[in-house]
Nanobody
């Protein structure tokens, strides 16, 4: 199995910054896309940012210009740098990854979630 372990969540004041990390481990042949989703209380889970194996990135409109996503393939790790945080960014953030365990076996995995709270 492929597992994702997240870190970096916490409490921060509006306007501040946090960096989330997510490290993948297990049987990994290739990771294709890694990304971040978030879910606020009473809301549906929404896409935040993603990055492909080629380095192409995509962001939700609500975070463009404030968040940056990057990956370190040597460490099987994806990062989410969150700047200029707003109270509406408060949510549980989930890391995701999809790829191949072997040339013929795919995987998709999710982290357990980490809480980000932005105070006003």
């Amino acid at each position: 199995q492929v597992q994702l372990v997240e870190s970096g969540g916490g409490l921060v004041q509006a306007g501040g910054s946090l960096r989330l990390s997510c490290a993948a481990s297990g049987s990994i042949f290739r990771i294709n896309t890694m990304g971040w989703y978030r879910q606020a209380p009473g809301k549906q889970r929404e896409f935040v940012a993603g990055i492909t194996s080629d380095g192409n990135t995509n962001f939700a409109d609500s975070v463009k210009g404030r968040f940056t996503i990057s990956r370190d393939d040597a460490k099987y790790t994806v990062y989410l740098q969150m700047n200029s945080l707003k109270p509406e960014d408060t949510a549980v953030y989930y890391c995701s990854a999809d790829g191949w365990r072997s040339p013929l076996r795919r995987f998709d995995a999710w982290g357990q979630g980490t809480l980000v709270t932005v105070s006003s």
